[in-house]
């Protein structure tokens, strides 16, 4: 039932804070039948500055304010225009809460009004897209924009994307239809879906992908170097492929250590080509009948491989070769869980999740994969909670008994990955494989890890176990959620009992089960409370601990322990008697899935409270809050367990990175990976090699050292930092990074550099302030004579070609954090062997950390660029050359500001 009447809303303000930011611009757009028919666009004065960010995303400056009226003057104007009919906006949540908040500071009320969010309708109507934008959407639909990011065309936008979305709908089939409008009983869709008679009441989805098994071949395999060479077999399928000696060689060598077996360690520089020279080898071996195994640290360059680089090259290997992508099993959907989560929504699904359920609707049938990352519409990240209520995983598995079986996406997967002889995973799979005793992968013969300089921190987080307090809340919340007692896992079986006339006993137990499940949540928020009052009394160690929870800080985690036993103990108690009943296998099956869970969490918070367990480090995380406070422990030495469980018996595995060798030795790398154990077979010790770039990088990179400033570890650095930066920045004529270190000194260049970039009519961008690191490195990208402040992912996390970047300024040698609990304990261990911690520790991690982000300057053969360093300790410490060595110490030195702006071109 589209409503015939509505209102497309648009609101640009001064930021993202309901109380303390302002509206500065409201457009109203009034449609009937999909219609624009009148319009009203109002400019409001705030009682604050904009923010340069604000003023260039969407083009309002300070002028444009100065005679506009405030919002007091104009809210009887805009409150007639909206009158009874419903408001339509994208992410409608922010408009819609910011302008009540707003008509509510002057008396008005617009609560009647039902709001329509075209945001939760695109991602219903279009789930095949990269993303849900605004921007994106009408680019992708053909909608006529005059400009982005204005009230009024954002508006306009938005009011044709709502009728386009609901028509797309329309010609969803009758199942879709039919439960869509049965999800939006009770909420503001109420009244949008229509109800229709399905033809067909279970689910059926399609047959999963399938992977043909690869055909053997007496044939003779090429060997690398025909790939390789001029006019050879990559050329063929690759257009305008130029030979490389170095590719050639790094082919070569990965061919030759899955020939005969062993580790390699081999660095590559950018622009090599390393990507195609272990892809060429490994699907040789593959081809042999050997399974490889190809692990990377990111979904983008996983992606980039299964989709892109792999696809390029398969025809030369014909049908020799099966590739597979895998993933974690809970990546995959389990049907039969979100068949009862279907067909039971008033029970097991709370209001908040209904929409993002309902966008899971249209694509369930007709997924191959079963993949959650595949729709974009539902966004697995966003959803982590919900999505885990019908996630595929051993614990609630009930195999070949569930009707789901043929068609299961997580035993498709697993089935598909033993077939085939080439597999895709990430790092995170792998370790967590690792850690299991490998019950996760297939056996496989050869792996080559990509962006191997990840995974000793990687190893370090894996191979340890966490605790928090939601983490403990989502188990409970699908039993019994806690702000709906009448939703969840125990309210479906409490009505499935009931309608089977079940025992009362077992009625009993249930209510017994929802007490002991809320009283469960409630002990372990006890805890934390005590846990952080009793924390700040005692002297505070990076909050670290080693004797224990109780012995060290008198909160005791027994309660917590003897509830989470209590609710395992009654889940399995009943589910033992459910089992009896053909009818509750299924509920019966999802209890016990919960009590494990339980259970693991009960192991892991045993573990981390009792503490004293050599080699490994204990802490705690914000434990001033109970919400937000993490108990983890950590394994020091995580390379024990690849020396101990992996390297013993696999046949070749290669690391390749472009940073992970320091000043020329890879011995650190390999210490911390477990390669140095004496336990290793020598045929283990690994062959190491280090490939330049494909061109001289720093004869395209200048390196300015400002030694001017106070030593970046006293209280004057900051202070001078502001005022320098602002003194270069706003003069800039080039797009400038700046990496910090800190949150806290980033956020204080920004309030110094603020004024400045508004003056200027400059873009200041800052992470966390002006959003996440995709929109941001999106919208530098975009811009001239920008500034990017980030911090922590940006060393390594973003990738910002053609001359999109070509001022990288540090202002601090990124040391690790001598607070950091990992690091602390490490430099202890040093410290009991008289070891120098800082000449074996705290360089190694801030040369390796340099590397990255020196390497954002530099991508590709094209870019030119400037690095500027404000750490006075480069020139002035002897261990300043261990980084200089880094650029082959050319560098230039500015003594003072005149200097500096000199040699900056300003």
């Known amino acids: 039932m589209k409503p015939n009447v509505y209102i497309a809303l648009d609101l640009e303000t001064t930021g993202l804070d309901f109380e303390n930011d302002e509206i500065i611009e409201v457009a109203l757009e009034r449609f009937e039948n999909g219609e624009p028919v009148e319009s009203k666009d109002f400019l409001i004065k705030p009682k604050q500055t904009l923010r340069p960010f604000i003023a260039s995303l969407t083009g309002i400056s300070d002028a444009d304010l100065k005679d506009a009226p405030d919002f007091a003057s104009v809210a009887g104007q805009i409150r007639q225009f909206i009158g009874d009919y419903p408001l339509v906006a994208h992410n409608a949540q922010f408009d819609s809460k910011f302008l009540k908040n707003t008509f509510g500071k002057v008396g008005v009320s617009i609560d009647s009004n039902p709001v329509l969010d075209t945001l939760i309708l695109s991602r219903i109507a279009y789930r095949r897209i990269p993303n849900h934008k605004l921007e994106t959407l009408v680019k992708y639909l053909n909608i006529p924009r005059e400009r982005a990011h204005r009230a009024l065309p954002d508006a306009d936008a938005c009011g044709k994307l709502f009728w386009m979305a609901l028509l797309e709908i329309e010609k969803m089939d009758s199942f879709v239809r039919h439960h869509l409008a049965r999800l939006a009983k009770g909420t503001s869709w109420e009244s949008i879906f229509d109800d229709c008679v399905p033809d067909h009441e279970k689910l059926t989805p399609l047959e999963p992908e399938t992977v043909t098994s690869p055909l053997s071949s007496k044939e003779r395999l090429p060997r690398v170097s025909e790939f390789f060479e001029k006019g050879g077999k990559l050329s063929q399928v690759i257009e305008n492929y130029s030979p490389r000696s170095s590719q050639l060689d790094y082919a070569e060598i990965v061919e030759r250590n899955m020939h005969k077996g062993g580790l390699s360690i081999l660095e590559a520089g950018t622009g090599m080509g390393k990507t195609l020279a272990y892809l060429v080898p490994a699907a040789l071996k593959a081809a042999t009948g050997e399974r490889v195994v190809i692990s990377t640290a990111t979904r983008t360059l996983e992606e980039q491989l299964c989709q892109h680089d792999y696809p390029a090259i398969a025809p030369l290997f014909g049908n020799r070769v099966s590739p597979v992508v895998l993933k974690g099993r809970g990546n995959y959907i389990c049907l039969r869980k979100f068949e ?250 999802n209890l016990e899935g919960a009590a494990m869970d339980i259970g693991r969490f009960a192991e892991d918070f045993g573990f981390i409270t009792q503490a004293g367990k050599e080699d490994w480090v204990f802490y705690m995380e914000e434990p001033g809050n109970p919400h937000t406070a993490i108990l983890r422990a950590i394994p020091l030495y995580p390379g024990n367990n690849w020396s101990e469980k992996f390297y013993p018996w696999i046949k070749s595995a290669t690391f390749t990175s472009a940073t992970l060798s320091l000043q020329g030795s890879f011995d650190y790398y390999e210490q911390r990976m477990g390669m140095h154990s004496p336990s290793l077979a020598k045929t283990k010790t690994p062959f190491v090699r280090t490939y330049p770039s494909a061109f001289d990088v720093n004869a395209k990179r200048r390196v300015i050292i400002a030694d001017f400033l106070p030593k970046p570890n006293t209280s004057d650095f900051q202070k001078a930092l502001d005022v320098t930066l602002a003194e270069i920045l706003p003069e800039n004529k080039k797009n400038a990074l700046v990496l910090f270190t800190s949150i806290v000194s980033m956020n204080k260049v920004h309030d110094a550099l603020a004024p400045c970039f508004a003056e200027k009519n400059k873009l200041l961008l800052c992470q966390n302030l002006d959003g996440g690191m995709d929109s941001l490195v999106e919208m530098f990208r975009k811009k001239r004579e920008a500034c990017l402040l980030g911090c922590q992912v940006f060393w390594e996390g973003i990738d910002l070609p053609d001359n999109a970047l070509e001022l990288l300024v540090i202002p601090k040698l990124p040391f690790p954090n001598p607070s950091d609990p990992l690091i602390a304990s490490l430099a202890d261990k040093m410290k009991e062997r008289n070891e120098n911690s800082f000449k074996n520790l705290y360089i190694p991690e801030a040369l390796l950390e340099l590397r990255q982000g020196l390497g954002r300057l530099i991508r590709s053969e094209s870019d030119t660029g400037t690095a500027l360093f404000f750490d006075n300790r480069l020139v002035h410490e002897a261990y300043g050359k261990s980084f200089t060595r880094l650029w082959d110490a050319k560098h230039e030195v500015a003594h003072n500001l005149e200097e500096l702006k000199s040699l900056l071109g300003l």
């Not at 191997?452 to 921190?457: D, E, I, K, N, S």
């Open 340 to 589: 009862e989560h279907l067909m039971s929504p008033d029970v097991l699904l709370a209001p908040d999740e209904r929409e993002s359920f309902m966008t899971l609707l249209p694509w369930i049938e007709h997924t191959k994969t079963g993949d959650g990352n595949e729709n974009t519409g539902f966004n697995l990240s966003r959803n982590r909670l919900l999505w885990s209520k019908f996630s595929s995983d051993a614990s609630t598995c009930l195999g070949e008994k569930c009707p789901f079986y043929d068609k299961c996406f997580g035993l498709n997967a697993r089935r598909q990955a033993a077939k085939a002889n080439l597999l895709f995973i990430n790092h995170s799979l792998f370790l967590s494989d690792l850690a299991l005793d490998f019950a996760l992968l297939p056996t496989y013969d050869h792996i080559v890890f990509d962006e191997a300089h990840r995974l000793p921190t990687m190893s370090h987080m894996t191979f340890g176990k966490m605790v928090r307090f939601f983490r403990l809340r989502n188990i409970t919340k699908i039993l019994v959620h806690p702000k709906a007692q009448d939703k969840g896992l125990v309210a479906e079986l409490e009505t499935l009992l009931s309608k089977a006339n079940a025992e009362a006993s077992l009625l009993d137990a249930c209510a017994k089960l929802r007490e002991a499940t809320v009283e469960c949540e409630k002990a372990l928020h006890r805890f934390f409370l005590k846990l952080g009052k009793k924390v700040f009394k005692h002297k505070p160690d990076g909050f670290r601990f080693a004797k224990g929870i109780l012995a060290e800080y008198d909160t005791d985690p027994r309660p917590v322990l003897d509830s989470c036993n209590t609710v395992k103990a009654i889940s399995e108690d009943i589910s033992s008697k459910l089992r009896e009943n053909s009818a509750f296998v299924l509920v019966a099956r």
